[in-house]
């Protein structure tokens, strides 16, 4: 049996995209996070997870590590992947603190079967469906975009920095 694996990134050349943020309540995103999630990538509750979550509460500052994933099929071959990673701290006393969050949009391509199957695929891939990866990509792209534009309206941020 053969496979075909290929990932897209979504902010290619850029793997990922950092959001910064100083100020009052920068855990805020880690309360609202079902409320965020599920409705910005049009998914169900199965469709997202939280693979690792580490609160520190014996010392002063309060710190958070968090990750999250969401996926959504887009074809029979493509699945959108999100990995959303953030670090903070935040203060006991003060409450204010700061948190950085990075953003890893993926398009995962998957088939498999015999030799036969995957040659014809290739074939299909040539003639049809890079066309459509195109256009995937470009959803995927917007998609990110528009959690990024929820999480600079929640924080009040301005510019984001990318690497």
Known sequence: MAEVKI????????????????GPDPFAFVREHRNILRPVFEVGTS??????????WTGDPI?????WVAKKSYSRFTTFWIS?????FISKAKKEG????EIEPV??????GSR????LW???WYLFYNRVRQSMLLRCKDMANKFIAVIKEMYNLGAIQEE
Do not use: N
Not at 7 to 22: G, H, I, L, M, Q
Not at 63 to 67: E, F, K, T, V
Not at 84 to 88: C, N
């Open 116 to 119: 036969l199957v995957v040659w």
């Open 63 to 67: 710190q958070l590590y968090a990750h």
């Open 98 to 101: 700061t948190f950085r969050m």
């Open 47 to 56: 469709s997202t997870g939280e693979p690792r979550w580490m609160w520190d």
């Open 7 to 22: 990932e897209d990134d979504c902010f290619a050349p850029r793997k990922s995209v950092w959001v910064e943020y100083t």
């Open 107 to 112: 398009l995962k391509h998957k088939i498999s």
């Open 84 to 88: 959303i990673r953030t670090v903070g």
């Open 122 to 124: 290739w074939i299909y």
